[in-house]
Structures are given as structure tokens and as C-alpha cells.
């Protein structure tokens, strides 16, 4: 599994060293870390992609985060419902005879083309990670020059919108 | 005025001017009221070394009536005040100034880290308005030092000082305690600011769990009752948690057998019958036994280091792991565990003494373990008219009646002292084990002495490693502490040559020291008197007055050069697989 962590942390200078100190230290690999502000000026939110790891390990770094002076809170959104995104911009070759093809291409991921050069367009895509690999892998027949990825950023879903989730879920199952 | 009412044994106020308000604050320099926040703190002893950044922190020191120790060496000053931590239970306080003095301290501070010793460094820096060009001893001590202290601070305006030393005091001696680092600016010594000290720390994301679950208390005990082969390891969090008393009603009442980890000595009193020794690398063939064959296995404060555990798998593989540790993150960690519970090893205790259940059927157990015991000691072959080390060490024992203060620094020795000191009460035991690090044990025992000057203080040092910190015998001579230092003499990086012999073919590449210094002379330079022993005979004569003699006094014993220490678990293998439990 890629566990997907959601930290908050103290919004001091030097938080962000200690928590990658902490995981060089601890040969914890990540692949994706955002840092952002909260609704309340002294919390941020970090929201971790983890490598592959197993349960162990994963208990393993959210304890050792919990030990840092700074964190305030760990939770473990992998499991859990959450609405999480990412946003990508992807500079692609498109020579004005193939515009069309790609505005097509790109539509249903409601993606939408933000730069327009002679050659290029920079398409901005946001979402999950898998709809935005799906683009990318689409996209790249045309010629990828450039690429960001902003790394993912999530919120757990409220409580009460879980429990609705749930129960409009439960009441699709035809009882037999 | 709250907050100002001083006890009569404070001497004077800070050298500022100080000028007072009717709310209990007042206003100071930033540099007093480093020293006002320290005197807050109860620190009767601070060990340190000035420098340019430090200076008007040093000023404001001067005839401040706390004690400063003036170490040789920064490391000697931090391994002070480990020494000082380790015996009193109490924050060890540093000083160095910017740039090396702070990088001095680095190996101090992973050892405090390592070991869960409370300190508090404090480092100077170069003023804030040259911060990160690279100024005159200027070293970024925050970014070296995060991943080695527990939490470190800069302080960015003296209004802050207050604070962070509440803060940096209450994190390094609670939960599990370690070091802390605050480094000052220059600038901000002179800054003045309004100086409160009665506001609790503040720090929501640092809430240790102190009091266990109670379930989870009788999870343990549910398991306890019904296990065959039940053994507690007791580690350093005995001592941290001042759970001695409670360690020994346990086992006592449940007839458990006990088994201590190398820093966990004197928990558990040697002489007990139920004590089977330390367990781990160097440790009994009984205590392994047990570890290794146990049903139920109760980790009081231990980490499971891997010198402890040898090869992981055939570490307990039979057992219901029981682990309490006031880190959560040291639960689960290397070993599996059932049943983890998270907070003081006392508050455990305690509660484990409150469960009304049945106490295990273990007495074949028991018996089995110590007839082990009995069978397998800890041995050495008296042979010719050299000095055996280990008889070294168990003479300082007998002749101590085994009441002193005991520092060693890391090799051979240090094993020896393990094994051949039979430590009977907490906080007598003084030595770098997670971190390894020769050179601790001279400045150590300076920390110690001035921790618990009421007892005698014997420090146990290697010939290679003493010369790493040497030069701190120049504190015991001009201070005239009386510390008796002993050097074990075998010529040799003695650990390192043992693991080249039996490891690497007797290939022994760069290990043996066949170029000595003179040590007596070197003693005497710093003016302590100094005496060297290397025949048995002698042997007991010699230290009966060494150690009678009042004020310092250094020993150069001169051992047999090849002895080496066994039991031993061969690096990679498991702790059932044991050499030379016998000569
Ligand atoms: C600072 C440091 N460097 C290297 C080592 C590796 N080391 C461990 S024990 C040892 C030999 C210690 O020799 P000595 O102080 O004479 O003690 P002995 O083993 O001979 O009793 C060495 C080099 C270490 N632990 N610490
Ligand atoms: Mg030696």
C-alpha cells in the first residue's frame, strides 16, 4: 500500500527540516509531500504520499511524526474517506493543425488548456493521482516538454457525509 | 510579588539591573535572564567552555552563584553533564559558544540522545543580523543538531527566553527524557524584554502518556498469570522512572526472574536470587537462556537494542512479548508485541501490583534458570602473575563494598565492569550504550562527582579511550575532585582487537597501541598523584590504598594484553547460541 498521511504541524520556521530530518534519519521514503496553511495561521498541513510499506513500518512513521514537539496530529487517510487532489500543468507539443485532437482528448477529464504558444499548450489537469497518470500517459504521444505535479493534498470527508455516503451505498444493495 | 519570592539558598540577583513590576515580571537582558531562567530551574552546576558568542552570556555568569565547571574540551563538558544527569535524575546544563564550540558538542548530544539522558545545551550564536553569511564562527548548530536532540530551539528575540527555557526543561526531563539544544544569537543577549516564569509550558503536540492503559495492565497480567515461562527485562526506564522498589516487589511476588540490560544495572539488585545478570552480547547464560526460551516476556523500559537481542528471530520466539515503555514508538519497533502499554514504568508497576491475580506456575522454570545460573558465572582463568581485568574490576568491587559510583568508558572494560560489578542500587552505574562512545567515561565521572559528591567516585577507563578526553583530568587537578581513575592498560583497542581475532583472522590492523605515553607522568602533570600496578600480588594492596587515599588519584593497571570478554554472542547469530559460557 501507499499510505497517505495527513500531518499537521506547527507553523514555525524549520518544521518542514525536522520532519524530512526525520525521515532521512529513519530511511523512510516518500513520494509526494505538500506543505500548506490551515484556516488557522499557526497550523499547517503536510499531506504525505508514502513508498510502499507495509503496516509495520507505517505504524512505525506515524509514531515516530507523533514524537516531533511540532506535530499536533497524525491521521492515516489511506483507509479512510477523504477527498484528496492533485494538480498537474503539462506543457505538450501541438503544432495548430493537432489543437483540436487535444482539446478533445483532454475535455472528459475536464482538464483545461490555461497557456497557448506556437507550439505548445499547457494543459492544467486536477485530481486524484490515477486520473492525472491517465492524461499524462495520453498526452504523451503528442510530446510532454514540460511537466509539475503540485503532490497531493486531502482532507478527511466530514463524518455526517461519510454516514450519507454510506447509507445511500446500503440502500442501492437490492435485498435477495 | 508571585513569581519572585527566591529560596534562601539562591545567592544573587542577576547582574542587570533589574527592574521590577507589580505583576511578578521584570524587565532584564536577555543574557540574565538566561541565567535568572537557569537559577528558576534549580541548576546548581553548569559545565561549559566560553567563545565570542557566548560572552555576554558568560558575563552575565560571572559571580551569578551557580557553579561553573570550566572543562578542557566541549564534548568533556556535555559527557560532564550526562554524568551529572545520569546520577542525579536531573537536566544536565552545558554552554558552548558559536560555530565549534556548538559542533564539539554533536557527539554528546547523540550520546544523550541515544541513552534518553536529560540535557540542556545551550549554544551562542552569531548575531542575527549576520545569521547566513556565513560570519565568524558561525554554524548552522539547528540544522546538526535536529536529528540528535529530542527538540531544539533559536531564539529570535529575548521576549522568547522565558518560554523556551520552560519549555526546552520540561521537554528534556519528561516522557522520555533527552537532550535539548537552544542556541542564542549573540544580539538577543543584550535585547532587554519583560521576564515571567510562572506560566506552565504550552506545547500541545507534546502530551507523553504517563499513566497506562488499564487494560492493557490487565492484558499483562491475565497473561502473566497463565505463562510457563515468565522473565521481566528491566532497562534504563527502571532507573528513569525511579522504579526500583516496585521493579523488586513485582518480582518478588510473583517470583519472577529478572534480567537487566546493560544500562539498566542497578535497577534490580545483583545480589537478589531472582537477578539472573545482564542479558544480551556479553551477558549470562542464564539471562540469554531465559530471554531466548521464555512464554511471556515483560519489557520494563527497554528498547530491544540490538546488542541486547542478537539475531531478531531467535529472540523470544516463543514468547507473548509484554512491552512498557513511555515512547510508543519503541513499542513494536524490533520486536513484535502483543501486548504494548504506553506510559511510566512506575505507574505500570504500580498498577501491576494493585491486580489481584494468580501468580504463574513457573518453579521449574525458576529452577531450571538457576541452576543455569549456578552452572555457567561469569569466569576467568587465573593463571600466571599478571592482572586479570576482571579481577581488577571485582576488587574495586569488594573493596568499594560495591558502593561507589561506577564510570566506565566503552571497550572491554566497560563489558568486564558489567559483569564483574554487582551493582545493588540505582544510579551508581555510568555508561555510554546506545551511542558506544570512548572518550565519555573521564568527563562522565567529573558530572558524577558533582551529582552525588558524597560518595565515592571510581571511574574504570580503557587505555584508548582515556585519551580521548585526557585532557579533563586537568578539572580533577585543579578542582582537586576526588575521583579515583583507573586505567585498565592492555595495550590495546582491546574490543577491537578481540573481534579481529576471533573475526577477522588475527589481523590486527591498527588495534594495538605498542606506543604508550608515559600515564603516570601524564597524571602527575596535571598534579594528581598517580601509581601503576601490573602484579597480582600487589594488586590488592595497591588499591586498598588508592582507593583509601583521600582527593584524586589515578591507577594504571597493566593487564594481561589478550584477555578477551566471554560469554559472547557472535555478531549475526542468536542468543541460545552463546561462546565461551565456560573456560
Ligand atoms: C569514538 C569511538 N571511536 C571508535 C570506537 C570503536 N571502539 C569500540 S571499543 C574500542 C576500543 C577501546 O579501547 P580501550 O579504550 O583501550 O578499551 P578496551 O576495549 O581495551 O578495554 C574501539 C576503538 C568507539 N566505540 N568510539
Ligand atoms: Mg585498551
Not at chain 2, 542 to 565: D, H, I, M, Q, S
Request: net charge negative; charged share 20%; hydrophobic share 45%.
Amino acid at each position: 500500500m501507499t499510505p497517505v498521511l495527513s500531518v499537521l504541524v506547527h507553523n514555525k520556521p524549520g518544521v518542514l527540516n525536522r520532519i524530512t530530518a526525520l525521515f532521512m534519519r529513519k530511511g523512510f521514503n516518500i513520494q509526494s509531500l505538500t506543505v500548506c496553511i490551515t484556516e488557522s495561521p499557526d497550523v499547517s498541513r503536510m499531506t504525505l504520499v508514502m513508498s510502499e510499506m507495509d503496516e509495520a513500518a507505517l505504524e512505525q512513521v506515524m509514531k515516530q511524526l507523533h514524537k516531533q514537539i511540532d506535530v499536533l496530529k497524525v491521521t492515516d487517510l489511506t483507509e479512510a474517506p477523504m477527498v484528496s487532489r492533485e494538480l498537474a500543468l503539462i506543457q505538450v507539443n501541438s503544432p495548430i493543425a493537432q489543437r483540436a485532437t487535444i482539446t478533445s482528448l483532454i475535455d472528459p477529464f475536464r482538464a483545461s488548456i490555461v497557456d497557448v504558444g506556437r507550439d505548445t499548450v499547457t494543459v492544467q489537469v486536477t485530481g486524484d493521482a490515477e486520473k492525472i497518470e491517465a492524461l499524462i500517459s495520453l498526452l504523451r504521444p503528442y510530446g510532454i516538454r514540460e511537466l509539475a505535479r503540485t503532490g497531493l493534498t486531502a482532507l478527511p470527508r466530514e463524518a455526517s457525509a461519510v454516514s450519507e455516503l454510506r447509507r445511500l451505498n446500503e440502500s442501492q444493495v437490492l435485498p435477495i | 510579588m508571585p513569581g519572585m519570592s527566591k529560596p534562601a539558598d539562591e545567592m544573587k540577583r542577576p547582574t542587570g539591573e533589574a527592574n521590577h513590576r507589580t505583576d511578578g515580571a521584570m524587565l532584564l537582558k536577555g543574557a540574565d535572564m538566561v541565567v535568572e531562567a537557569l537559577r528558576r530551574e534549580r541548576v546548581d552546576v553548569i559545565f561549559g567552555y566560553p567563545g565570542g558568542a557566548v560572552l555576554p552570556l558568560y558575563d552575565a555568569l560571572y559571580e551569578c552563584g551557580i557553579r561553573h565547571v570550566l572543562t578542557r574540551h566541549e564534548q568533556g563538558a556535555i559527557h560532564a553533564a550526562e554524568g551529572y544527569a545520569r546520577v542525579t535524575g536531573r537536566p544536565g546544563v552545558v554552554i558552548a559558544t558559536s560555530g565549534p564550540g556548538a559542533t564539539n558538542l554533536v557527539t554528546g548530544l547523540a550520546d544523550a540522545m541515544m541513552d534518553s539522558i536529560p540535557i540542556v545545551a545551550i549554544t551562542g550564536q552569531v548575531a542575527k543580523t549576520v545569521i547566513g553569511t556565513d560570519a565568524f564562527q558561525e554554524t548552522s548548530i539547528i540544522g546538526i543538531s535536529t536529528p540528535i536532540t529530542k527538540h531544539n530551539y533559536q531564539i529570535r528575540h529575548a521576549s522568547e527566553i522565558p518560554k523556551v527555557f520552560k519549555e526546552a526543561f520540561h521537554i528534556a526531563n519528561s516522557g522520555r527524557k533527552g537532550p535539548v539544544l537552544i542556541d542564542i544569537p549573540k544580539d538577543v543577549a543584550g535585547e532587554t524584554a519583560l521576564f515571567s516564569y510562572d506560566d506552565p509550558p504550552q506545547l500541545p503536540g507534546y502530551q507523553p502518556t504517563v499513566v497506562p492503559h488499564q487494560l492493557q495492565i490487565r492484558k499483562l497480567m491475565s497473561g502473566l498469570s497463565r505463562a510457563k515461562k515468565p522473565v521481566i527485562l528491566a532497562g534504563a526506564g527502571i532507573l528513569h522512572a525511579g522504579a526500583s522498589a516496585e521493579l523488586v516487589a513485582f518480582a518478588e511476588r510473583h517470583r519472577l526472574p529478572v534480567v537487566h540490560t546493560l544500562l539498566g544495572l542497578g535497577g534490580f539488585p545483583a545480589s537478589h536470587p531472582l537477578f539472573l545478570g545482564m542479558g544480551g552480547m556479553h551477558g549470562s547464560a542464564a539471562a540469554n537462556k531465559a530471554l531466548h526460551e521464555t512464554d511471556f516476556l515483560i519489557n520494563l523500559g527497554a528498547r530491544f537494542d540490538d546488542r541486547l537481542t542478537g539475531k531478531l528471530e531467535f529472540f523470544a520466539p516463543h514468547a507473548t512479548v509484554a512491552h512498557v515503555d513511555i515512547d510508543p514508538a519503541e513499542i513494536g519497533k524490533n520486536v513484535s508485541t502483543q501486548i504494548p502499554v504506553v506510559g511510566d514504568v512506575r505507574e505500570a508497576l504500580l498498577m501491576m501490583l494493585a491486580a489481584d491475580v494468580e501468580s504463574p506456575h513457573a518453579d521449574a522454570w525458576m529452577n531450571e534458570l538457576l541452576a543455569t545460573k549456578e552452572q555457567f558465572p561469569y569466569w576467568y582463568v587465573q593463571e600466571g602473575t599478571g592482572i586479570k581485568p576482571q579481577r581488577l574490576i571485582a576488587e574495586i568491587a569488594r573493596l568499594t563494598a560495591g558502593n561507589a559510583v561506577v564510570i566506565t568508558d566503552v571497550g572491554q572494560h566497560q563489558m568486564w565492569t558489567a559483569q564483574f560489578f554487582p551493582f545493588e542500587v540505582p544510579d551508581r552505574w555510568v555508561t555510554s550504550g546506545g551511542l558506544g562512545t570512548m572518550g565519555f567515561g573521564l568527563p562522565a565521572a567529573i558530572g558524577a562527582y558533582f551529582g552525588k559528591p558524597e560518595q565515592q567516585v571510581v571511574a574504570i577507563l580503557g587505555d584508548a579511550g582515556f585519551q580521548m578526553t585526557q585532557q579533563e583530568l586537568a578539572v580533577i587537578g585543579e578542582m582537586e575532585l576526588p575521583i579515583k581513575v583507573v586505567i585498565v592498560n592492555n595495550g590495546a583497542l582491546g574490543m577491537v582487537r578481540q573481534w579481529q581475532e576471533l573475526f577477522h583472522g588475527e589481523r590486527y590492523s591498527a588495534s594495538l597501541l605498542e606506543w604508550q605515553p608515559d600515564f603516570i607522568k601524564l597524571a602527575e602533570a596535571y598534579r594528581i598523584p598517580a601509581t601503576r600496578v601490573q602484579e597480582d600480588d600487589a594488586l590488592t594492596d595497591v588499591l586498598t590504598a588508592f582507593l583509601a587515599a583521600p582527593g584524586p588519584g589515578f591507577l594504571e593497571c597493566v593487564v594481561e594484553p589478550r584477555e578477551n570478554v566471554f560469554p559472547m554472542v557472535a555478531p549475526g547469530t542468536g542468543i541460545h547460541q552463546m561462546v565461551g559460557v565456560k573456560p
